[in-house]
């Protein structure tokens, strides 16, 4: 058996992040009233003057975030992650620092503050998305990403930008946002890209950012708030690393170290709301990305995409549903868990919390799974959604015909049909 990954100390509080597994990340701005996807701005290359006439008809009147808390607490989730501001520049909460916020658009609500306080209500922790891209800013120099790129002035505007500006905006929102609402568990920028450089016009990273200082005022700020990897600074300042629509097949790690991590996912392909998008995951596929993420030592962060009346549309709170209704009855085969040193079965995946291995069947097989390494070290298994037995059998003479497992492998006997949910697990009681 390889040994557990053990990621070295952070400055963040990773105890109850490790513990709590799963969380919701929402992606809510103007674009959801553009409904095809958060980077439609850029896509379209909308200018700034020309986008705001989403700013002037933004009244989410259907907003009620006691039932976001509540949808996202009955599908397991502990923690959220929200937009404050996306790359559009568009803030959710009253800043003093801009007028292009929620307050003045015709809802006229400080739409942070109030899901802030109805996730800390349902018992979810906090965090924050900070956008260190701002398209809608004046003094933030245009560059390959920006909806003005291609502009046949480009160069020639820059020349009355400056980043500087920018930069003393950027710091004073991060602290509004760090010392009006509370106690913050994560403080989620996004994202950095020195390399990217076109027609003249280069990326940004730590330095247009003054990534260093920023990150300084966070932790005086907020100790203990657990801080990703995007300001473009070295690796081990991070507390967790951030694959984005990417599933890994190994603990990710730093350096040959294993890290604290998180992926993050959607559930069609866009983050924000998009109204014709198609490719929304099935059940099977929701489920087994909580798992493999488990199984890997890391988190999901799992996001829905608000529309502009400020509603989950019903094929998000669908798949809200799929994580609720296996959470209620295998939640602790994820919560405290982690990567097993077991070898888990092709088409399968364990997690372990101690003595407790759960063995997720992805592929449900006919009667038999065989369980490397666990010969004789089984006290009990059992069914988790139902807890019904599950025997620990030697196979009869004729059965493998002279062609035994190896010494040291289990061998569990299923039922052949299937147990009527997603994705089934096995809950092995482990021998001292």
């Known amino acids: 058996m390889a040994p557990i990954p053990q990621p070295a100390p952070v400055a963040g509080d990773t105890d109850w992040f490790v513990r709590d597994r799963f969380g919701l990340f929402i992606h809510w701005g103007l674009y959801a009233a553009a409904a095809r996807h958060e980077w439609v701005m850029h896509n379209e290359e909308i200018p700034p003057d020309q986008y705001e006439k989403y700013f002037r008809v933004f009244n989410p009147d259907l907003f009620d975030p006691h039932e976001w808390a509540g949808l996202a607490r009955a599908a397991g989730m502990k923690y959220f992650v929200i937009t404050t501001k996306h790359h559009e520049g568009f803030c959710l909460w009253d800043s003093a620092e801009t007028d292009y916020k929620a307050p003045n658009t015709p809802c006229g609500r400080d739409l942070l503050r109030e899901t802030v306080d109805a996730f800390r209500e349902e018992g979810l922790k906090v965090g924050f998305y900070h956008s260190l891209i701002d398209w809608h800013h004046p003094e933030f120099p245009i560059d390959p990403l920006h909806p003005l790129r291609n502009h046949p002035d480009a160069i020639a505007m820059n020349a009355k930008r400056d980043i500087a500006k920018y930069r003393r905006y950027l710091h004073s929102q991060v602290r509004e946002l760090l010392t009006r609402f509370g106690k913050i568990d994560i403080m989620w920028f996004d994202f950095s890209y020195p390399q990217a450089e076109a027609k003249g016009l280069k990326g940004k990273g730590r330095d247009d950012w003054g990534s260093e200082d920023l990150l300084r005022m966070v932790r005086e700020l907020q100790p203990g708030v657990i801080v990703d990897n995007r300001l473009d600074l070295p690796a081990k300042m991070a507390d967790i690393h951030t694959p984005e629509q990417y599933q890994p097949v190994e603990w990710p790690r730093v350096d040959g170290k294993p890290v604290y991590w998180e992926t993050c996912q959607t559930f069609s392909g866009s983050w924000g709301y998009h109204r014709d998008e198609a490719t929304w995951k099935s059940p099977e596929q929701l489920i087994q990305m909580l798992v493999n993420s488990v199984a890997l ?53 364990y997690t372990q919390n101690g003595d407790r291995l759960y063995l997720h069947l992805f592929a449900w097989p006919f009667r038999h799974v065989h369980l490397q390494g666990l010969r004789g070290r089984i006290a009990y298994a059992q069914l988790l959604h139902d807890a019904s037995e599950v025997r620990v059998v030697e196979p009869e003479p004729h059965q493998n015909m002279g062609f035994p497992d190896a010494p040291d492998t289990a061998l569990l006997e299923l039922p052949v049909q299937k147990p009527d949910v997603v994705v089934p697990v096995v809950e092995l009681f482990l021998k001292s």
């Open 297 to 349: 030592g890391g988190n999901l962060l799992m996001n829905v995409g608000p529309t502009a009346r400020g509603q989950f549309d019903p094929r998000a709170t669908r798949a809200l549903d799929v994580y609720g209704r296996w959470m209620a009855q295998h939640s602790r085969a994820i919560y405290g868990c982690t990567q097993s040193a077991f070898t888990a079965p092709a088409d399968s995946r």
